[in-house]
T-cell receptor, first 112, second 113 residues
Framework: DAKTTQPNSMESNEEEPVHLPCNHSTISGTDYIHWYRQLPSQGPEYVIHGLTSNVNNRMASLAIAEDRKSSTLILHRATLRDAAVYYCILRLPGEGAQKLVFGQGTRLTINP | ETGVTQTPRHLVMGMTNKKSLKCEQH?????MYWYKQSAKKPLELMFVYNFKEQTENNSVPSRFSPECPNSSHLFLHLHTLQPEDSALYLCASSRGLDYNEQFFGPGTRLTVL
């Protein structure tokens, strides 16, 4: 499976934008980029996914580099509730089970 | 709430005990998953079921025995576990194997003494 690299931790302030980076230099042309987050004492929660184009949803935006070797999850206005571990995951489409191969993720701290 | 419930939320068992973890999803999904999250290690996929049939066993020791009686319920039967099996066990479901979003339950925190 292609690997992802994320910073171990990041810190931001409430009501400010947060940019969470992810490097995936060995990504193949058909790997989808997924982001999940895990709030304290909860299971992971889907945030967003994309393939080539930038994506927006109610939770976040995903900016994908033109060469697809990196991506950035953008939280436009962080709240205290966004404090969590954020996982960047690559997944092959098509047949077989969704193999979400989780890494260590980025622990995001939000300061009031 | 994600629509995926797990019971019990906490479990302490001895190495000779037999216990079961239960997962139920109220989302009408067809695929269900067991994951293990150990301290300081990434989530690990253990088993995958699709329409009640096991499609993946990720080299899990036989002391973990899954059961999927229907698409809404998933069990993990535990016997003769080791202390290193202490972890958070997470259940997830998705509409199907190729759908991008998995919905996770809150997990069962297992401690093996």
């Amino acid at each position: 499976d292609a690997k992802t690299t994320q910073p171990n931790s990041m810190e931001s302030n409430e009501e400010e934008p947060v940019h969470l980076p992810c490097n995936h230099s060995t990504i193949s042309g058909t790997d989808y980029i997924h982001w999940y987050r895990q709030l304290p004492s909860q299971g992971p929660e889907y945030v967003i996914h994309g393939l080539t184009s930038n994506v927006n949803n109610r939770m976040a935006s995903l900016a994908i580099a033109e060469d697809r070797k990196s991506s950035t999850l953008i939280l436009h206005r962080a709240t205290l509730r966004d404090a969590a571990v954020y996982y960047c995951i690559l997944r092959l489409p098509g047949e077989g089970a969704q193999k979400l191969v989780f890494g260590q993720g980025t622990r995001l701290t939000i300061n009031p | 709430e994600t629509g995926v419930t797990q019971t019990p939320r906490h479990l302490v068992m001895g190495m000779t005990n037999k216990k079961s973890l239960k997962c139920e999803q109220h989302l009408g999904h067809n695929a269900m998953y067991w994951y293990k999250q150990s301290a300081k290690k990434p989530l690990e996929l253990m088993f995958v079921y699709n329409f009640k049939e096991q499609t993946e066993n990720n080299s899990v020791p036989s002391r973990f025995s899954p059961e999927c009686p229907n698409s809404s319920h998933l069990f993990l039967h535990l016997h003769t576990l080791q202390p290193e099996d202490s972890a958070l066990y997470l259940c997830a479901s998705s509409r199907g194997l190729d759908y991008n979003e998995q919905f996770f339950g809150p997990g069962t925190r297992l401690t093996v003494l």
